[in-house]
């Protein structure tokens, strides 16, 4: 984890490029900085490596002051990937690969079985391209190898300044999908600098969104479209986006308030009666404190009338935070197999609940999706 | 053609002592040159890094190569006495700057990209120098070796005058005793001792050059 704690920069000729920057990036997560240029969004990055020096404030990595660590050291277990790739022009692929490994001094059947995986983790096959200098590769496959460069040693912090804004739109593309695939298995701390809001919107856990040399606003994705937190933000976000980030349902928006219960402490007969009475077949069942805690069907009651509600029901183990998307709610129904999902507030507190049927006729209604797709 | 048969017959009658000449001339133009690069690259690296000292050391080297080479010569043989050495030292100082100029060219001229690349994974200040700046500027220290070994196999030819020898002993005997063939004799071979050290020289900057491309 990383952490800035008041950071200042004053630049040599009297330039304030940052002020009282306070930011954390968690571990396993894709922090993008992002905001016009000249805002800072390099500085802050530069400052973690040790590039640039601070003026004031902490900054914190894993909990230990980097003015106590010694540069050289701190860089080589930081991964760094630049804009302009910086390949070193009069070396191979493999001795590029290889860079920070051999200043690490591993030795070299260890170097060449870390290219290797490397190399063929970005789909690039060692036998044909170890050998081959920069300038035979497409600008694509060159940050390829920047991005693995960085990743040689293993570091769990990786800084990546507009990594793929040099690229053609496609090659972009892909880089930033192979990006994800790769976080899943490597799971790095990122510190990803961009001025492409939609990049940001895809890859990023959290996006921080600078102006000037201040944090404007830093969230989730889903919580700068929902809401954003100055006309600054929502200029820079851009009408179109807000709208997209509007019709993204949300949970609180499907879920259902209103449900027949029955509390844990009251016998089966009870709820076969009440079964009968509303004409439905199942029930939500209430903790003695008036939590939902689980739900009780027809088939559990079948034969079981001498037992006690809390002894049939069927507790719920998932449930999803209010505010979360209904795509969310959509993938824990879908791996779980379920047929409701308790929503909670930010306390866990109990506060509706969302069926398999109700979320896929209201998706079904809003995107009319589901028939395009032939899903 | 009377002349050229008068020519090759003289070559051909002393190939022996103009070979031995020939020896000498480019032993000559070695030691200069390999001093000049011992001296000149630091100096060339120096100057890329310090932008104080650049200006100094650059001048220095610019109005020792004005000197009229007969001049400089004469001058070094007042301090260090007729002879090979005196003549060495006078082709190392002449060799000085174009070797420092393209190695000063050479590492300013690297992608500060790839310079920062090599910092931010941790270099080293000497490994940033001996990894990246100087094998990215040998193109450059190529050609300003090229250029310093054409001027100073050109500058050897008057060594005679402060006690050296090599191919200028032919040529100026030749001068003295008003005898085309013997300048000829010496001409030539020093003429193509140029031209081979400017190929050479030549396709092995190309090769580095298309290596960095
Ligand atoms: N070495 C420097 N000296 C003075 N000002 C600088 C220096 N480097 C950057 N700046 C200024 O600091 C501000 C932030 O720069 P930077 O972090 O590179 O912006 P970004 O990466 O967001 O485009 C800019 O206004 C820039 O002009
Ligand atoms: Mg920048």
Redo the contacts with the bound molecule.
Sequence with gaps: MIRLEGVE?V???G?Q??KDINLEFKEGEINV?I????????????MLNKL?DFTNGNIFINDKDISTIDAIDLRRTIGYVIQHIGLFPHMTIYNNVAAVPKLLKWDKERIDKRVNELLNMVGLDPETYANRFPSELSGGQQQRIGVIRALAAEPSIILM?EPFSALDPISREQLQDELLRLQKEINKTIVF?T?DMDEALKIADQIIL?KD?VVEQKGSPEEILRSPASDFVKDFIGQDRLQQGNAIPVVDEVMSKEFVSIEEKQSVTDAIDLMKDKQIDSLMVLSNSHQVTGKLSLYDVINQTEQMVAEVMKPFEQNIESGASLSAALHLIKKHDLNELPVVDQDQQFIGIITRKSLIHVMSKSYSLVGNEGK | MEFIIELSTYMGENWGYLLELTVEHILMVLYGIVLAVIVGVPLGIICARSEKLAPIILSIANIIQIIPSLALLAILMLYFGLGFETVVVGLFLYSLLPIIRNTYVGVKEVDPHVLEAGKGIGMTPLQLLAKIQIPLSLPFMMAGLRIAAVIAVGVASIAPYIGGDGLGREIVSGINGRDEIKIYAGAIPAALLAIIADIGLGISEKRFKKKNA
Excluded at chain 1, 37 to 45: E, L, Q, R
């Design positions: 920069k630049y040599e000729d330039f490029a940052l900085l905001g016009p240029s000249g805002c800072g969004k390099t500085t802050t990055m530069k640039i300044d600098v001025h600078m040399g």
